[in-house]
């Protein structure tokens, strides 16, 4: 069993759309939570970063962890076409940690 | 620019060939990360450095890998004697704090 598990989708969504991101871990050791955005043959790219449990939020993106279920979500309001893209989840047990990702999830937004 | 660089962008090389790779990271930054992602993979860790100390290996890092950071600034990843399965893009992020910040990566491609 991986220590994160992530649905790779593809994920397909019409324009102005809720998007619903999720991933599963399972070690409760995990202190700090990661979305990452990746476009095609780029390096990812941070978007929003949690510790422990809680909700964050930044524009329309918006980081829910919940510890107890060790699962965590990224929500995208009205999403674009330009957020077509794979959204990777990470964690790390402390501060300067090795991250640990997710697969991946394949998201496409159509116009 | 002020973020991860990354050289070369691309690499093809020939089976048996050594290649390296040079990362230099945010100025600041004192962690510094190898990762290596293959297609519809998150990316896996290889190695860290704190400053200029190698903290941490993953068994994936076979013998034919190896990483420096001599100076405690830019770092080098060498793999020698490549086979087609090193083929995958390889990943450098540093740190200060729990956020990773990535480069853009080195493809590498083994004939």
């Known amino acids: 069993q991986k220590e994160v598990e992530q649905d790779p989708g593809p994920l397909s969504v019409p324009e102005g759309a809720i998007v619903s991101l999720n991933c599963t871990y399972s070690n409760s050791a995990f202190q700090y939570f990661m979305w990452y955005r990746q476009y095609s043959r780029k390096g990812p790219e941070l978007l929003m970063y949690?510790?422990?449990?809680g909700n964050k939020e930044d524009g329309r993106f918006t980081a829910q962890v919940d510890k107890s279920s060790k699962y965590i979500s990224l929500f995208i309001r009205d999403s674009q076409p330009s957020d077509s893209a794979t959204y990777l989840c990470?964690?790390?047990?402390?501060?300067?940690?090795?991250?640990?990702f997710g697969q991946g999830t394949e998201l496409s937004v159509k116009p | 620019d002020t973020g991860v660089s990354q050289n070369p962008r691309h690499k093809i090389t020939k089976r048996g060939q050594n290649v390296t790779f040079r990362c230099d990271p945010i100025?600041?930054?004192?962690?510094l990360y190898w990762y290596r992602q293959t297609l519809g993979q998150g990316p896996e860790f290889l190695t860290y450095f704190q400053n200029e100390a190698q903290l941490e290996k993953s068994r994936l890092l076979s013998d034919r890998f190896s990483a420096e950071r001599p100076k405690g600034s830019f770092s080098t990843l060498e793999i020698q004697r490549t086979e087609q399965g090193d083929s995958a893009m390889y990943l450098c992020a540093s740190s200060l704090k729990a956020e990773a910040f990535f480069g853009q990566g080195t493809r590498l491609t083994v004939v």
């Open positions: 990470a964690m790390i047990y402390n501060q300067g940690g090795k991250l640990i």
């Open positions: 949690t510790y422990s449990s």
């Open positions: 100025s600041e930054h004192n962690r």
